[in-house]
């Protein structure tokens, strides 16, 4: 991988998770929970078409570089463009906590 250039940090994404809550009636509700703002640099990972219970559906996988952070964990999201993208794996660059590669997906039937 090759590590990028600072200036290549020019998206600013959201970083966070959904927390479960219990809302005044007792009724267990999803709210989102934003974590951070960080800027960060976007590259597609991979677009394929597949099928699933009898839908076809498209994926696109992103992936997000950003500076070191050691609160980010898979199963968290990022907001980019006002779509989620669920974060599926972490990568980190050469081992010295300089950057680190969020592995996103978002999956949306389309037909």
Known sequence: MKIPHPGELRHLVEIGRT???????????????T??????????????????????????????????RADVRPGMWVKWNGEKQNITALGEYDFKRRYLKLTTESAKGVR
């Open 35 to 68: 974590i951070c703002r960080v800027w960060a640099a976007a590259e597609d990972d991979s677009s394929r078409y597949f099928f699933a219970a009898d839908a076809e559906n498209a994926g696109r996988g992103l992936a997000f570089i950003i500076r070191w």
């Open 19 to 33: 927390v479960n809550a219990v809302n005044e009636n007792g009724y267990p509700v999803e709210t989102d929970q």
